[in-house]
């Protein structure tokens, strides 16, 4: 019940673009399936020159992809974008004066009028960040129904660059639903995509934009754990409570003579906790020295959260 329509055009008679289409075919195989190889999005793929892509064929399969009550409908838009005083557009092969293809106010409009539980849009293309924009929109503040997300590669007023046959946006996009941005349990969320292409981009780049009305992400891929989830399930074993602190000594690490294999065992988990943020060492710079000093380890706030999610059965 997740449906991606994917979009990438090159072949525009006056502006071809390079990378778009290597672009669109990147996240679409990508979203068809979860890092396990289970079934993940019914991907649609509409790419030039094998689709039309004109404005009325786009127009159609995007009210298609919002139709309907589906889990989740994901847009993924890569070519031209072009802005006047009228709005933004996805700009398609049969573009013309006063005609450039398809209104990204448009788009916004079938996105917050979809049944769909969750409708995520992502735009690579120059002046992408002008779907949802007040400026262009007239109003005060951008107006997103209740589960849609926007994920843009630029601010309306800049231009999404192409490296090497593909676009820099897209590479991070495709990059962070490869696992770059999962969480602890091998979730990436429309939040988590934002956060990795955001940190990845420096202050000089182009600005990728980030909109939502939600009132909790919903998964777009998942991969495997960081940490497997039987082991963050004994996370409350190690710590009775959340503000307890799990006592260490030199029998925890496998260099030393007193070491014992049980605590060789349990040292290596909260190790593996650490390494996610979930535990901190108390009163030593790393967790072996907190062993060999005889000092303690304790759950950070994030580990907080996955202990409470433990105690609770919802891990």
């Known amino acids: 019940m997740k449906k991606a329509l994917i979009v990438g055009i090159n072949d525009y008679p006056n502006s071809p673009l390079n990378g778009c289409v290597n672009d669109a075919n990147a996240i679409g195989t990508i979203l068809e399936s979860h890092g396990d190889g289970s079934p993940n999005f019914g991907v649609k793929m509409m790419t030039s020159p094998s689709s039309s892509v004109t404005r009325s064929t786009l127009r159609e399969s995007i009210e298609s992809l919002f139709s309907g009550d589906s889990n989740m409908a994901l847009l993924y838009f890569s070519g031209h974008g072009y802005i006047k005083s009228t709005g933004g557009y996805l700009v398609t092969t049969d573009a013309k004066k006063y005609d450039e293809g398809v209104s990204m106010d448009d788009v916004l409009t079938l996105a917050n009028a979809s049944k769909a539980k969750n409708k995520v849009i992502i735009l690579d293309c120059c002046h992408s960040g002008a779907l949802g924009s007040p400026s262009i929109l007239g109003n005060s503040i951008a107006q997103l129904s209740e589960g849609l997300s926007v994920l843009t590669a630029s601010r309306d007023s800049e231009y999404a660059i192409e490296v090497n046959g593909s676009g820099v946006f897209t590479s991070l996009v495709v990059d962070a639903l490869k696992g770059g941005a999962a969480d602890i349990r091998g979730n990436i969320t429309p939040g988590s995509l934002y956060a990795y292409v955001d940190e990845a981009l420096g202050s000089w780049d182009q600005r990728p934009i980030f909109k939502t009305n939600v009132s909790s992400f919903t998964s777009l891929r998942t991969v495997s754990p960081k940490v497997p ?16 602190e799990h006592p260490l000594n030199p029998t925890y690490e496998d260099t030393e003579p007193s070491a014992k294999e049980d605590n060789i065992k349990i040292f290596k988990d909260l190790q593996k906790f650490q390494s996610v943020g979930l535990v901190i060492p108390v009163d030593a710079e790393f967790m072996y020295f907190a062993a060999i000093n005889s000092k303690s380890c304790r759950l950070t706030a994030l580990g907080y959260q996955y202990w409470r999610l433990v105690n609770e059965k919802k891990l």
């Open 229 to 244: 989830l039987e082991t963050i399930r004994k996370i409350t074993k190690y710590f009775l409570t959340p503000a307890s």
